[in-house]
T-cell receptor, first 115, second 115 residues
């Protein structure tokens, strides 16, 4: 069974630009979560989607948004990039709505560098 | 508020030594879940174990063992006879029960196992 796939693996953008990251969950998984990892703040929750609906959101500005498609694939978008948005963005999937009892399965992440 | 503390930022051991990674958590919930993840240099977070708040039974899986003590709000992880392949960053995480099920991570402990 294929794991969580994130594309692209690496990305370099300039301040003020916008970026879209993609995540394909494990086949059959319907919940997708996004996390940001930085050396200073560690791993922080961005948002979670289930059946195309945002179910939970972390404490990030509105420049960070996401969506989930009918095939459970998810994208996250960051607009008006700032230097502080440089981070490893991790996507995770889990089987279903009661996902709090299931472990999250993470992808390899997208390394975003903002210059 | 929910919080996870991993006081050990970095640990260095020589192969075959035993090592314990500490994790202390804070929550007012009666139902919650605790996790350990391993992050090798590739970036992917690898799930190791999940424990719910009603199950204080310790667990052993090969060279890995976990000690969950609600009385001290700790969920420590021990690697017996460490190997170079164990070198990674290890994260402890807390998840509340219910719909707000995002993971709250500790800052991680970087383990270096030298030959």
């Amino acid at each position: 069974k294929a794991g969580v796939t994130q594309t692209p693996r690496y990305l370099i953008k300039t301040r003020g630009q916008q970026v879209t990251l993609s995540c394909s969950p494990i086949s059959g998984h319907r919940s997708v979560s996004w996390y940001q990892q930085t050396p200073g703040q560690g791993l922080q929750f961005l948002f979670e989607y289930f059946s195309e609906t945002q179910r939970n959101k972390g404490n990030f500005p509105g420049r960070f948004s996401g969506r989930q498609f009918s095939n459970s694939r998810s994208e996250m978008n960051v607009s008006t990039l700032e230097l502080g948005d440089s981070a490893l963005y991790l996507c995770a999937s889990s089987p279903g709505q009661s996902s709090y009892n299931s472990p999250l399965h993470f992808g390899n992440g997208t390394r975003l560098t903002v210059t | 508020a929910q919080k996870v503390t991993q006081a050990q930022t970095e640990i260095s051991v020589v192969e075959k030594e035993d090592v314990t990674l500490d994790c202390v958590y804070e929550t007012r919930d009666t139902t919650y879940y605790l996790f350990w993840y391993k992050q090798p240099p590739s970036g992917e977070l690898v799930f190791l174990i999940r424990r719910n708040s009603f199950d204080e039974q310790n667990e052993i899986s090969g060279r890995y063992s976990w000690n969950f003590q609600k009385s001290t709000s700790s969920f420590n992880f021990t690697i017996t006879a460490s190997q170079v392949v164990d070198s990674a960053v290890y994260f402890c995480a807390l998840r509340r029960g219910g719909s707000q099920g995002n993971l709250i991570f500790g800052k991680g402990t970087k383990l270096s196992v030298k030959p």
